[in-house]
């Protein structure tokens, strides 16, 4: 939605992705805002943020969330200063977004983060590994068995910790992993701590 206020906050252009119906401009205006399920509340307030622009000649971004029958929905308003050319505010330029989607994919991103954030706390030996078999990231417990800092494992090949004699088998099934040829594996295999004495995991 795209719309022109004048600094008597009256409407004088209106733009909307809704598909245009043989209404006067008013009536036109009243279908747009309840396809877009906004409230009076909400037009004044993005009107007394209007005010705040003519005031100030400054733009300013506000985030809405709208209860709607469909569920929550979330707008972006931008509302910007058109000068004249003597330099004071004629229009207020208010442009609205639907930002639903963004917002839903954040809120799945935070959740998956603190998921894994958790799953790394647990008292058992992980490690975030890139295809390549460089180790991102690994959690205490085996820095722990392997008598790292974490810093003494980031960006290290994972097969540099593992016995020479283990890490064929390892990685073949590793490329397995890869391929897809299989989801998981279970193995005893022997891994080098940083004293150089070997300790049998399963992996």
């Known amino acids: ?37 906004l409230s009076q509340e909400t037009i004044s307030l993005w009107e007394k943020l209007a005010k705040e622009v003519f005031k100030t000649c400054q733009e300013l971004q506000v985030e809405l969330e709208i209860l709607t029958s469909h569920g929550e929905r979330h707008y972006q308003v931008d509302l910007v200063p058109e000068f004249t050319t003597h330099g004071s505010v004629e229009f207020v330029l208010g442009i609205v977004r639907d930002v639903t989607k963004n ?43 392997l008598n790292y800092s974490a810093e003494g494992l980031q960006n290290q090949l994972i097969n540099s910790f593992i016995h020479p004699d283990d890490r064929e088998q390892s990685l073949k099934l590793f490329q397995e992993l890869l391929t897809r040829e299989r989801r998981s594996f279970d193995l005893e295999q022997r891994y080098i701590r940083k004293d150089g004495t070997f300790v049998w995991v399963n992996t």
Not at 12 to 27: A, G
Not at 103 to 132: C, N, W
């Open 103 to 145: 917002k839903q994919t954040e809120v799945a991103l935070r959740q998956s983060k603190a998921k894994f954030r958790a799953m790394f706390d647990i008292p058992v030996g992980m490690a975030l590994v890139d295809k390549t078999g460089i180790l991102l990231q690994t959690n205490a417990a085996l820095q722990t068995i």
């Open 1 to 37: 939605l795209i719309f022109r206020l004048d600094r008597e906050l009256a409407y004088i252009y209106v733009k909307s992705s809704i598909p245009q119906k043989s209404l006067n401009f008013s009536e036109y205006l009243k279908h747009i805002v309840a396809d877009l399920y």
